[in-house]
């Protein structure tokens, strides 16, 4: 073979190996190349499964050769976030308390991975219970970005940009409850979406706040995410939260192009991004506008409000959702004098300083005597920042803001102050608490040659615009080149 399959998107991928033309477990077997030679300095995975994987690849080439199509990702090495359920292979969190535990059961993205032919290469490393923006929080050490392995891959998801950044997988899955996705896309130089809230199904996704969690890509163009959204979105009445419609094809919406797409400027943005971020950010409206689109200014005034909010409401519900844990159901238990002295040490044992941090803001938010002045009002907060959104929505199509306000910051950089962590997510947290969706796209580079993205929001099920929008950029940095 003479193009290294690490080279081809999803998309030709899967055509090579639905035609015949490329083997699965050739394509297979050069990404587990890639992860022997470098894994060991970018630690992207908590568990690589290479004998599963090729077992399956080798399936999928059975099928092809008996005249089957084994679906659209055939043979597609996908890598998961360790926070998605498979069944009877360990599922960790990046968390001591879930030691040894195995998931009975696939999570419902894992078996439509399966049933489009995908094939599992491993789980990736996150901030425990995916809280964090530099994957310094897991309890498995942190993953280095493949841009420079002296600077985090963001966070939560880092595991994920970085196994696609890397090339150990040729897409992945993570999770974005405030910008885990689209934060350590950008900081790899992947692209990264968050979906409208229930465009996937949450089943099998461990809950960290459940009504923010959705499940989206890291793919290396926007056309794979695009496959990768087609096959694993779309209505599951095992979440109560799924949006019972069909989506329409996102494949098909990015011929499209952008001609007369609003794209708006938030003129009252929170301010504090450096200036390479703002500069590739301009750079990116012109780009759009040389492609036919009309830039319009509009304002969000509660935007600036989001992270605050997001600080009650998150830790808020994942103070409840983590309540069991509690050493008699999953994984690690310690065992002491009387269940409740159990329940005690275990906990103190399992969870890491971040998850304790939340779990004590939650239930303080959510106390007796505080829960109107806090978590209630940050609900209020919420549906101002959903509303202004709507406004804005109505002037434009689609929104263009930094992903993350730097690039790929030092390990320890942030580490004894975690305010300055939670500042990462500042343009990507609102679009969470309005549901919204939200793409980050790799749009050159910034200070020390590190990837740059810009992020592109929309409105509730407005994902063909926003792909429409991505797949503009793209054309315009392949342009650049
Ligand atoms: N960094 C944010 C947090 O720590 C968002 C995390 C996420 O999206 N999972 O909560």
Redesign the pocket.
């Known amino acids: 073979m003479s193009t290294p399959t690490n080279a081809l998107t999803a998309v030709q991928i899967a055509a090579g190996v639905r035609s015949g033309q490329l083997k699965a477990v050739d394509v297979l077997e050069q990404h587990l190349a890639r992860i022997d030679t470098r894994e060991g300095e970018i630690h992207a995975f908590n568990l690589v499964l290479a004998d599963q994987a090729r077992a399956a690849a080798a399936a999928i080439d059975a099928a092809v050769a008996a005249g089957n199509d084994p679906g659209p990702l055939a043979g597609v090495p996908v890598a998961l976030k360790d926070n998605m359920c498979t069944h009877g292979v360990p599922t960790t969190c990046s968390s001591k308390i879930l030691d040894g535990w195995k998931p009975p059961y696939d999570a419902t993205v894992v078996s439509r991975l399966n049933a489009a032919g995908a094939v599992t290469v491993g789980k990736t490393n996150l901030?425990e219970f995916?809280?964090?923006?530099s994957t310094e929080n897991s309890a498995f050490g942190p993953t280095r970005n493949p841009h420079d392995i002296t600077r985090v891959p963001g966070?939560?998801s880092g595991g994920s940009a970085a196994a696609v950044a890397a090339g150990f997988a040729s897409v992945s899955l993570g999770?974005?409850?405030?910008?885990?996705i689209r934060q350590p896309a950008a900081l790899c130089g992947v692209v990264g979406v968050k979906p409208t809230y229930g465009y996937v199904s949450r089943y099998g996704l461990v809950a960290?706040a459940s009504s923010l969690d959705q499940i989206g890509p890291f793919t290396n163009t926007v056309q794979d995410s695009a496959l990768l959204l087609d096959v694993i979105g779309g209505h599951d009445p095992m979440d109560s939260t799924s949006i019972p419609a069909a989506q329409p094809s996102l494949m098909a919406a990015l011929d499209q192009g952008v001609e007369g797409l609003r794209v708006g400027r938030i003129t009252d943005l929170p301010e504090g991004a450096d200036p390479d971020v703002v500069e590739r950010l301009e750079a990116a409206f012109d780009a759009l506008r040389a492609a036919g689109a009309t830039i319009v200014d509009v304002q969000v005034p509660a935007f600036s409000y989001g992270l605050t909010a997001y600080y009650l409401i998150?830790p808020a519900e994942a103070s409840s959702n983590l309540a069991r844990y509690d050493g008699v159901r999953y994984g690690l238990r310690v065992n002491a004098a009387d269940t409740n002295a159990m329940y005690g040490v275990t906990r103190a044992a399992g969870f890491g300083e971040e998850v304790k941090r939340r779990i004590m803001l939650g239930t303080y938010a959510l106390s007796a005597g505080y829960y109107d002045a806090y978590y209630g009002k940050a609900l209020k907060v919420r549906r101002m920042i959903a509303d202004d959104f709507d406004r804005a929505y109505q002037q434009a199509d689609v929104l263009l803001t930094p992903t993350s306000p730097t690039v790929a910051f030092p390990f320890g950089a942030k580490g004894d102050n975690p305010f300055a962590m939670y500042l990462?997510?500042v343009y990507t947290i609102p679009t969470n608490l309005a549901g919204h969706p939200g793409m980050s796209v790799p749009f050159g580079t910034g200070a020390g040659g590190l990837p740059v993205g810009v992020q592109i929001l929309a409105g509730t099920l407005g994902e063909p615009q926003m792909f429409r929008a991505g797949a503009a950029l793209e054309r315009a940095m392949g342009a650049a080149k």
């Open positions: 901030d995916a809280m964090g923006s966070g939560s999770s974005d409850t405030g910008g885990s960290f998150a990462c997510d």
